[in-house]
């Protein structure tokens, strides 16, 4: 579960000039190069907007080595210079989730969108945007710390606090480990969110003369009431697997069951088609249904 | 701050309200919804055993069918309605974007609600008037094209309602198949809200049944709309060559007379 890696910063000072980066548009015809349609937006709360860059085509590439060559010569196709599309990536394994995006308006990892798959889908064209469900940074860079949030909410993790050697933890059988390990490929790369249609997008602005905590309290409290989402309920699936993290089923239950759970799904079931790691993810809902109403029929009678 | 506090009533009682939605949209609104189409096909076998269903049912007693209708009817469909238009609304769709079956299911699990609950609204307006309050009736309902049918006259008075107009009987025809596809496919939603089928070969077994149900329902419930209209075109026929729709006589007189609460009649 990595966090997003730094951006990627402005590379274009300095690299002006040099004799990869003045292709003109005679020399980039249709077969040996490529139009990158790209949505983006200057900063956050701003107007979105399109631009075309043309990328020369190159074996093997994927989006981020497109984006690489996009940063390198920084110029549209009607020849005006302009800052370099910003994108975040990290692993380049399609582990992290750090490069999500929309790409041919379908969400997925840039890293492992290979260019030449993508042309033979739609020839000459790439379109690149940054995913809707979250607020836009800048360009193709998203704020995701709701995915993060709602694993916070949830405790997504195996509360383990002493400083005694408490021994071996009991066993888990072969059947929950390996039910266990397809959750636990999870990358929260927030795929399963952009393509729900009952996960809204939050974007507050802050207001004048709010404080940054106040802020900060506003948006923890907004984010609190919304939705979980696939990831998080898969995780609270993982946790009460785990025979010591199911001692504290109970906390994740109520959370489940409570505002923004489990009960929001409405079994469009897109999360699961469009998760990159295959994780079953409408498996783990149902089984979080199954749980989530046992434990308040125990709650009500006191069970 | 009001509206802050509803929202947030609202957002405490999320789980239990949604999980009400899904019970109350198998019983007792799923279960009527059964019942009223099997009803109904009884004029397929003509208009006296439809009226001799009616006469059953009205054997009740008013006080009886109002504590009914309203407690297992028209409550249960109002809040599985009004929750259900805030469950709508706090969606959004993207079938177009994203076109995999479940999400057409999902995307037409919500019209057909939304459609269903229009056309019952109407459709109970239409033929039972809201209330069985004889000011109501006379001075609203009436007045308004509402409150057409009547027990003792059930076959005729249902069969000129229903066949008055083209877009009546089309209206008809989309609203029982909407309501039927929002019972179907909700059945098969429902095993997944409360964790019944959970892996994903027992939601693919699921699909058959959820899928019969559905197509059982709507032959009945269709079949039933075609005979309604065909007994009406009969009985419009100059020389009465079927005969008269209404055949069979009240069976008795007080059971036939007042449906309508402080009615003289």
């Known amino acids: 579960m990595d ?14 000039g040099s004799p990869s980066g003045s292709m003109t548009s005679a020399e980039a015809n249709a077969a040996d190069s490529f139009l990158v349609r790209v949505l983006r937006q200057d900063g956050p709360g701003l107007t979105s907007y399109w631009e075309t860059h043309r990328v020369a085509r190159e074996p093997d ?18 020849g005006r210079r302009v800052a370099p599309v910003a994108w975040e990536c990290n692993c380049l394994e399609e582990v992290c989730g750090a490069c999500t995006m929309l790409i041919n308006g379908r969400v997925r990892q840039a890293c492992t969108a290979l260019v030449d798959r993508l042309l033979a889908d739609r020839p000459g ?6 995913m809707t469900k979250f607020p836009v940074i800048r360009d193709l860079v998203v704020d995701r710390s709701r995915v993060f949030a709602a694993l916070r909410k949830v405790k997504a993790w195996v509360p383990v606090d002493s400083y005694l050697d408490m021994g071996a933890g009991p066993r888990q059988s072969q059947e929950d480990q390996e039910l266990a ?52 309920i898969a995780q609270v699936e993982l946790f009460n697997l785990n025979p010591i993290g199911s001692m504290t089923a109970r906390q994740r239950l109520d959370v489940l069951t409570g505002e923004g759970g489990v009960q929001i799904c409405g079994k469009a079931q897109n999360c699961v088609k469009v998760c990159p790691k295959g994780i079953p993810l409408t498996t783990a809902i149902a089984r979080a249904n199954r749980a989530a109403v046992r434990h308040v029929v125990r709650k009500w009678f006191d069970l | 701050m009001e509206a802050s506090r509803l929202t947030s009533l609202f957002g405490r009682h999320d789980f239990a309200i949604r999980r009400l939605h899904s019970l109350l949209g198998l019983m007792p609104i799923g279960g009527y919804l059964v019942f009223h ?6 004029i397929i076998d003509g208009p006296e055993a439809y009226q001799h269903r009616a006469d059953q049912l009205h054997k009740l007693g008013l006080t009886t069918i109002v504590v009914l209708e309203w407690s297992l009817i028209f409550l249960p469909i109002l809040f599985h309605g009004i929750v259900g238009l805030m469950i709508v609304s706090r969606g959004k769709r993207n079938v177009l974007n994203y076109p995999y079956a479940d999400n057409w299911r999902y995307t037409l699990q919500r019209l057909s609600g939304v459609v269903a609950f229009a056309f019952i609204v109407w459709h109970v307006f239409d033929l039972h008037g809201w209330l069985r309050w004889s000011w109501w009736v006379e001075n609203v309902a009436r007045p308004l094209g509402g409150a057409r049918f009547m027990a003792e006259e059930a076959p005729a008075t249902a069969s000129a309602a229903i066949g ?33 089928w959970t892996s994903q070969a027992a939601r693919r077994r699921m699909n058959l049944p ?3 149900v559905g197509i059982v329902l709507l032959v009945v419930g269709l079949g039933a709309l075609g005979a309604m209209v065909r007994a009406g075109r009969l009985s419009n026929l100059p020389d009465g060559a079927a005969g008269p729709v209404r055949s069979a006589p009240a069976p008795a007189a007080d059971h036939a007379s007042p449906r309508v609460l402080g009615s003289a009649r």
């Open chain 1, 3 to 16: 966090r997003p890696s730094e951006r990627i910063e402005d590379t274009r000072s300095g690299s002006r």
């Open chain 1, 61 to 78: 590439m994927n989006c981020i080595s497109v984006l690489q060559k996009i940063a390198e010569r920084a110029e549209t196709i009607e």
């Open chain 1, 125 to 130: 064209e790439i379109e690149l945007r940054p």
């Open chain 1, 181 to 232: 390990y397809q959750y636990s490929k999870c990358m929260s790369c927030g795929c399963c969110l952009e393509a729900c249609p009952q996960f809204l997008k939050i974007e507050l602005v802050r207001g004048k003369g709010e404080s940054e905590t106040d802020f900060r309290r506003r948006l923890d409290e907004a984010n609190r009431q919304a939705f979980l989402g696939a990831h998080a």
């Open chain 2, 37 to 42: 189409l099997a009803t109904n096909a009884a």
């Open chain 2, 164 to 196: 008055r107009a083209w877009w009546v009987i089309a209206f008809y025809a989309v609203g029982v198949t909407a309501s039927v596809y929002h019972l179907a496919n909700g059945l098969w939603t429902m095993g997944m809200t409360w964790g019944l």
């Open chain 2, 210 to 212: 959820c899928a019969a």
